[in-house]
C-alpha cells in the first residue's frame, strides 16, 4: 500500500503502525537536495536515511518474495 501523510506527522507513524506495514518510507524537503530517503522499520522503530538508489536493493534483502 502506499500513502501520503504529513512529513513528520506522528499520527501518520501510528496509522502505518496499526496498518501493519513493515517498513514506511519518508520522502521530505531534503531529499530533493540529497537525493535520499528515510526508511522506519516498523517492528524495530529504527530509521535509516539512505540514498534512493540503494532503496530498491534494502528492501528486497528485508522483505521476503520481495521482487527481485
Same mark, same amino acid.
Do not use: W
Given at each position: @500500500?502506499? *500513502? &501520503?501523510?504529513?512529513?513528520?506527522?506522528?499520527?501518520?507513524?501510528?496509522?502505518?503502525? @496499526? &496498518?501493519?506495514? !513493515? +517498513?514506511?518510507?519518508?520522502?521530505? +524537503?531534503? *531529499?530533493? =537536495?540529497?537525493?535520499?530517503?528515510?526508511?522506519?522499520?516498523?517492528?524495530? /522503530?529504527?530509521?535509516?536515511? /539512505? !540514498?534512493?538508489? @540503494?532503496? +530498491?536493493? +534494502?528492501? &528486497?534483502?528485508?522483505? =521476503? =518474495?520481495? !521482487?527481485?
Amino acid at each position: @500500500e502506499i *500513502s &501520503a501523510c504529513l512529513v513528520g506527522s506522528e499520527m501518520c507513524i501510528r496509522d502505518r503502525d @496499526e &496498518a501493519g506495514t !513493515p +517498513y514506511c518510507v519518508t520522502v521530505d +524537503y531534503d *531529499s530533493l =537536495n540529497d537525493h535520499s530517503v528515510t526508511v522506519r522499520e516498523r517492528d524495530s /522503530m529504527e530509521q535509516i536515511r /539512505m !540514498p534512493v538508489t @540503494e532503496l +530498491y536493493s +534494502y528492501l &528486497a534483502k528485508h522483505i =521476503n =518474495n520481495f !521482487p527481485c
